[in-house]
């Protein structure tokens, strides 16, 4: 067999290089199988595991810079927002327009959020009072006309960056979400902080952001902020929160005793950095905790 291969090559050499040629297009064709066909497998693993892996929180935007995307407004689909228009705008009339507030916008907000959904079931009857209504764990929901008052002081428009110390419910938050572009909100209370963000997701905040820790310390990684308010009473104004205010912003808290007198003071940065403070009105909040009552 051997001697007729030999033959055949001497007398037709073509041959040879035709065998020749056929083993390398074979060799060829097995190599470049083998190398992608592992590849696609690896590329289709990897499809399978980023369309698996859980949605991002709405709330949880690390690593992302806020002021490059698209914020979300406020939905409103939620049935509650249909739901005592009526005494939402006898709210408004009564209690808040009558004694002074007057900044469309605030009102408008206070005439949208549906108060009732951030008190307690047993509370329910008395949400649109004429005052704080406690919400458990030794904290309120401050009276309307105090919302109304301390959110009308903040100036704020659509462009706004809200910092809010003491998230409580949520209600001070929905209702600068009605008006600024985002609002980011600490409770020390970490119950507090869950029901309220849950709370707030279910209403379709997308543009309100909230985190468990101390006020004190402000949120360094999402500063400065055009508009701070604070709503619980410190007898000191937290220094990392005079920082976190942008030149040119505004700043509302209670200041004073957790027990006795306490004022409602405004302060302002101005654009050189020069900050200036101004006494409002008597108020009662409930303390601040954490390292400013240290």
């Known amino acids: ?57 709405a709330n949880d935007k690390t690593g992302q810079d806020s002021k490059d995307k698209e914020i979300p407004r406020p939905d409103h689909s939620h049935p509650a927002f249909k739901q005592r ?10 209690q808040i327009e009558s004694r002074g507030v007057s900044d469309p916008n605030v009102l408008l907000s206070l005439r ?27 904290q309120t929901i401050s009276q309307p ?32 979400a009605e008006i600024a572009r985002e609002v980011y909100t600490i409770e020390i209370i970490e119950a ?3 029901s309220a963000k849950k709370r707030l997701k279910e209403l379709g905040y997308g543009n309100v952001f909230v985190k468990a820790g101390d006020g004190y310390y402000g949120w360094e990684e999402k500063a400065p902020f055009d ?37 409602l003071v405004l302060i302002t940065k101005d654009d050189k950095g020069k900050v200036r403070s101004k006494s409002l009105l008597p108020v009662r909040f409930v303390p601040m905790v954490g390292r400013v009552s240290e």
């Not at 083993?23 to 470049?32: G, K, Q, S, Y």
């Not at 228009?85 to 009564?94: C, H, L, S, Y």
């Not at 428009?157 to 910092?163: E, G, I, K, L």
């Not at 809010?164 to 949520?170: A, H, R, Y």
């Open 145 to 176: 006309y105090i919302v109304g008052y301390m959110t009308e002081a903040l100036k704020l428009d659509p462009h706004s960056r809200v910092f809010e110390v003491g998230t409580g419910s949520g209600y001070q938050a929905a209702v600068c």
């Open 112 to 138: 949208t959020v549906p108060r009732h959904e951030f008190v307690r079931s047993g509370d329910y009857f008395r949400a649109y009072w004429d005052s704080p209504i406690p919400i458990g764990l030794g």
């Open 227 to 263: 508009a701070i308010i604070v709503t619980a009473a410190a007898g000191v104004v937290p220094p990392p929160l005079i920082r976190q205010l942008k030149p040119g912003g505004v700043m509302i808290l209670p200041l004073g005793s957790p027990f006795g007198h306490q004022t």
């Open 85 to 94: 228009q009526g005494d939402r705008e006898k709210m408004v009339a009564r």
């Open 192 to 194: 507090l902080a869950e």
């Open 1 to 57: 067999m051997v001697a007729n291969i030999s033959e055949l090559v001497r007398k037709k050499p073509y041959v040879l290089l035709f065998l020749l040629l056929f083993a390398l297009v074979f060799a060829i064709l097995f190599v470049v199988r083998s190398s992608t066909e592992p590849n696609r497998l690896l590329a289709s693993e990897n499809r399978t595991a980023e369309a698996n892996k859980p949605a991002p929180d």
